[in-house]
């Protein structure tokens, strides 16, 4: 008969006379045979001496399941094992289980998975570089002390941001954010092994914040003596002109960098080479850029024209008009009260002083 079925046996008995006696019945259900090689789930990655379940993926009705671990016959037959795993000294080892119908019928293959078998993580020392650091310092670092391999780590980061790209490498990179003060900044580690067990987390690391301190930000296209610096409305800095070298010749070049130093985009070009020159920030938010030296070598010459700075549309445009009345480099210019820019003084060649009186408004 079909799985599912019952099969009716009858026998009755017969004597040399030929008589029979009445039948008797005997009802066999019928079964389905075991799957070989059945299918199952387990972790593939345990700690040594906790537990885990093992469950068959689709089960036979009424069949009951024959499993070992580690080679050893585990009691209970139902279609999930819960189980402990070996110590850790045991680095790998199978799980396997056979399916039985209710006929004791075995399949003659068993399923069979190897699963690695991990030590809990041992707690890590931590070392913090540098142990002293300035406010909003970017690219500090902590680091595991000899990491072993197969561990991964949860960095815990009070008083900085983390900005490293994996966070569970064996070294944290983060940005300062506490104030000044001693172990404003702390931070530890917690260890997981590749099934996921945590160990017991590092010691804390602590990192003094101290005010006033110089930080290295991000380097510049190219070197810029001369240059001004301008800090717009929305906290980014305008970098414009200067020379690369002494004596060199200026570059019309600027860059703009956001509020830390951590990232300088090109601008577009000013409309002359300007070193010496002055950047003023005007009510609009723009920056009016006039004046410097044009050139050095072989002769000095220097600029009467100004440039805008449009910071929301990233834009530089020369003055309406040509620019400055007089030539003038190494000036002053001053945003007045009633948004006016005044300029005075400077050189016209390089060489000698404008004539007292050399004053002009940029409206």
């Not at 399923?111 to 142990?131: D, K, L, M």
């Not at 006033?212 to 301008?230: E, F």
């Not at 570059?251 to 070193?275: H, L, Q, W």
Request: glycine share 10%; charged share 10%.
């Amino acid at each position: 008969g079909a799985a599912g079925t019952q099969v009716q046996l009858q026998c009755r008995e017969t004597n040399l006379a030929g008589t029979h006696s009445a039948y008797s019945s005997v009802f066999l259900d019928v079964y389905a045979a075991p799957q070989n090689t059945p299918a199952f789930t387990v972790p593939g990655n345990t700690t040594g001496g906790l537990g885990y379940l093992a469950t068959i993926t689709t089960p036979g009705a009424g069949m009951q399941y024959n499993w070992t671990v580690n080679g050893v016959i585990q009691a209970g037959h139902t279609a999930t094992l819960s189980f402990t795993a070996p110590a850790s000294t045991t680095t790998s080892y199978s799980v396997t289980a056979k399916e039985q119908n209710p006929a004791g019928v075995v399949s003659t293959t068993a399923g069979s998975v190897t699963v690695s078998n991990w030590p809990t993580p041992s707690q890590p020392a931590i070392t913090a570089s540098p142990t002293t650091v300035g406010t909003k310092d970017t690219g500090r670092t902590a680091s595991v002390t000899s990491p072993p391999s197969n561990v991964t780590y949860t960095w815990n980061v009070t008083g900085g941001t983390v900005t490293n790209v994996s966070p569970d490498t064996a070294t944290v990179i983060y940005t300062v954010t506490a104030s000044p003060g001693a172990s404003a900044v702390q931070i530890s580690a917690t260890p997981f092994n590749p099934a996921g067990t945590s160990g017991t987390p590092s010691a804390t690391a602590n990192v003094t914040v101290a005010a006033g301190t110089y930080r290295t930000a991000v380097d510049l296209a190219q070197a810029r003596i001369g240059a001004t610096v301008t800090r717009l409305t929305d906290d980014r800095i305008l970098i414009a002109g200067g020379s690369a070298t002494f004596g060199g010749n200026p570059t019309n070049s600027a860059v703009i960098c956001n509020s830390t130093g951590e990232n300088c985009t090109s601008t577009p070009n000013m409309n002359d080479n300007r070193m010496n020159h002055t950047a003023t920030l005007l009510a609009s938010g723009k920056v009016l850029l006039a004046g410097g030296y044009k050139t050095i070598t072989p002769s000095i010459t220097v600029s009467g024209t100004a440039d805008l700075y449009d910071p929301s549309a990233n834009t530089i445009t020369a003055v309406t008009g040509g620019g400055l009345k007089t030539a003038r480099a190494a000036h002053v210019a001053v945003l007045l009260n009633d948004g006016l820019v005044l300029l005075a003084g400077g050189s016209a060649n390089g060489t000698s002083p404008l004539a007292a009186g050399t004053i002009e408004l940029y409206d």
